[in-house]
């Protein structure tokens, strides 16, 4: 079973439109959860961190359910330059290891 | 400030080849990390070193080594190229802050295998 399971799209939404993307993750003793973006044929680079109260970024907004094991990223005002493809990670404390998403990509069309 | 450096870029072996593929960081992380990235597979870990002198299997690591050759630098080397591992290499590197550890990426190897 792997570790963090995305659900891998693709996405395609109109400008100004809201998109949400889910992750689901299966080690319970997953310390920390975030969102990576990567772009075509570019590293991942931190979106934000995850957090257990929810924690919001501008247009973005991202939440964690640890009883059901669950992270979302929502979108408002879909830009242009939002689109990429979002990375679900979780960091397991034991090694200090992260384990990725296969990835969801997002297409905003004019 | 270069982050975390790999080097080559790109690189095409013939199957049997070695190569070594390095890796170094300037934030003085203790944590390094190669993984492979591949269509429809996500990035997947190959191994990892937690801290210096230090190093683990991943979820792949079959047909490579690794150095952890001091804090800065994290090599990995296939002995003996296969097609299969034809594929994006990443290296990254962490360190635990106050809001949780963050991964920083170096730029990508696109390794071919033929």
């Known amino acids: 079973r792997k570790e963090v399971e995305q659900d891998p799209g693709p996405f395609n939404v109109p400008e100004g439109a809201t998109v949400a993307f889910n992750c689901t993750y299966s080690?319970?003793?997953?310390?920390?959860f975030f969102w990576y973006r990567q772009d075509c044929r570019k590293e991942p680079k931190l979106l934000m961190s995850?957090?257990?109260s929810g924690n919001e970024d501008g247009r973005f907004t991202a939440q964690l359910n640890r009883a059901s094991q669950y992270i979302s990223l929502l979108i408002r005002d879909s830009k242009l330059s939002d689109s990429a493809t979002y990375l679900c990670?979780?960091?397991?404390?034991?090694?200090?290891?992260?384990?990725f998403g296969t990835g969801t990509s997002l297409t905003v069309i004019p | 400030n270069a982050g975390v450096t790999q080097t080559p870029k790109f690189q095409v072996l013939k199957t049997g080849q070695s190569m070594t593929l390095q890796c170094a960081q300037d934030?003085?992380?203790?944590?390094m990390y190669w993984y492979r990235q591949d269509p429809g597979m996500g990035l997947r870990l190959i191994y990892y070193?937690?801290?210096?002198?230090?190093?683990d299997k991943g979820e792949v690591p079959n047909g490579y080594n690794v150095s952890r050759l001091n804090k800065r630098e994290f090599s990995l080397r296939l002995e003996s190229a296969a097609p299969s591992q034809t594929s994006v290499y990443f290296c990254?590197?962490?360190?635990?802050?106050?809001?949780?550890?963050?991964?920083?990426f170096g730029q990508g190897t696109r390794l071919t295998v033929v």
């Open positions: 990254a590197s962490s360190e635990v802050r106050g809001s949780g550890p963050e991964a920083f």
């Open positions: 080690n319970s003793a997953s310390q920390s």
């Open positions: 995850v957090y257990s």
């Open positions: 990670v979780v960091n397991i404390g034991t090694g200090n290891q992260f384990y």
């Open positions: 934030m003085n992380h203790n944590s």
């Open positions: 070193s937690a801290s210096e002198g230090t190093t």
